[in-house]
């Protein structure tokens, strides 16, 4: 698997497995957390969320739920997020339900279609 230190999962969502699609936060500033301060944000390689996903399959084929990493994955755009949630029904036809983190910003920059 391919995590980037630190790995910081949200403790109110019990999911396995987790898959990091990015490293650090985009926003980064807040005052009150220190969590990714030296942690620059970048999206992980799809070659790197490919055989993660591939490792995940072999070890759990039969996973219901995921827990997508780092801070805010969802301010991937659609054209990057879209292909990333195909490969995880494509390794894992099971899966019911995707965990991420994210911003408002993030979510109002998506249509409803998306």
């Known amino acids: 698997m391919h995590f980037t230190e630190p790995v910081y999962r949200n403790p109110y969502w019990p999911t396995f497995p987790l898959l990091q699609i990015t490293q650090g936060c985009t926003h980064n500033k807040c005052k ?17 969320i490919e055989e993660d996903l591939q490792e995940i399959a072999d070890m759990k084929p039969n996973a219901k739920t995921i827990q997508l990493l780092s801070a805010n994955p969802l301010v991937l755009t659609y054209d990057k997020l879209a292909p990333i949630l195909e490969m995880i029904k494509k390794y894992l036809p099971k899966m019911e339900m995707v965990y991420m983190a994210g ?8 249509t409803v279609e998306q």
């Open 32 to 48: 009150f957390c220190t969590m990714y301060k030296d942690v620059d944000f970048r999206i992980q390689p799809v070659e790197w």
């Open 103 to 110: 911003r408002v910003t993030d979510v109002k920059n998506k």
